[in-house]
T-cell receptor
Framework: DQQVKQNSPSLSVQEGRISILNCDYT??????FLWYKKYPAEGPTFLIS?????DKNEDGRFTVFLNKSAKHLSLHIVPSQPGDSAVYFC??????????FGQGTRLTINP | EAQVTQNPRYLITVTGKKLTVTCSQN?????MSWYRQDPGLGLRQIYY???????DKGDVPEGYKVSRKEKRNFPLILESPSPNQTSLYFC?????????????FGQGTRLTVV
């Protein structure tokens, strides 16, 4: 029972273009969503988050969009840079403070 | 420097030999948790703790134990490891001041059980 799903295991994007990573969730009790970035041999690091009362949050090159009716969120990276190559995890939090993660999407930025 | 420290980083052990992976955080966070990362499954929560002496099961607790005797430490114990516990393990901590806070992760422990 995967409550948070990232259906694309991998994504390849050209440097300078937009990267769009997608995430779907099933539990309507989730009210806070986060994106984490993970490099090899390191732990995940927080990237950006969004509360369910918003539909967009922007931080520099990173923007997260939330569509509550569709139970879908996405992370946009513009412009994509080689250092953005990593595994990206979507996560959702409920009132019990539990963080539920998706399977991850490996993003590769090609020069 | 704010950090979550796990030890060891790498461990190879034999089936049935008890082991402990330590986790320590220096941010005075109330909330700590353990995850395992497996290919195609992402990060799955094993156990979590909302404060000292308060622990609860996550999604995949079978075969694991934890304790929270002090706020900063949250060790993961495998009493009788089995090969299906071969995985990459992460400890994380969060402030309990609000549930809308980011989690900080350790660097991971790669465990192989043969």
């Amino acid at each position: 029972d995967q409550q948070v799903k990232q259906n694309s295991p991998s994504l390849s994007v050209q440097e300078g273009r937009i990267s769009i990573l997608n995430c779907d969730y099933t539990n309507s009790m989730f009210d806070y969503f986060l994106w984490y970035k993970k490099y090899p041999a390191e732990g995940p690091t927080f990237l950006i988050s969004i509360s369910s009362i918003k539909d967009k949050n922007e931080d520099g090159r990173f923007t997260v969009f939330l569509n509550k009716s569709a139970k879908h969120l996405s992370l946009h990276i513009v412009p994509s840079q080689p250092g953005d190559s990593a595994v990206y995890f979507c996560a959702a939090s409920d009132r019990a403070q539990k963080l539920v993660f998706g399977q991850g999407t490996r993003l590769t930025i090609n020069p | 420097e704010a950090q979550v420290t796990q030890n060891p980083r790498y461990l190879i052990t034999v089936t049935g030999k008890k082991l402990t992976v330590t986790c320590s955080q220096n941010m005075n966070h109330e909330y700590m948790s353990w995850y395992r990362q497996d290919p195609g499954l992402g990060l799955r929560q094993i156990y979590y703790s909302m404060n000292v002496e308060v622990t609860d099961k996550g999604d995949v607790p079978e075969g694991y134990k934890v304790s929270r005797k002090e706020k900063r430490n949250f060790p993961l114990i495998l009493e009788s490891p089995s090969p299906n516990q071969t995985s990459l393990y992460f400890c994380a901590s969060r402030s309990g001041g609000g549930r809308n806070t980011e989690a900080f992760f350790g660097q991971g422990t790669r465990l192989t059980v043969v």
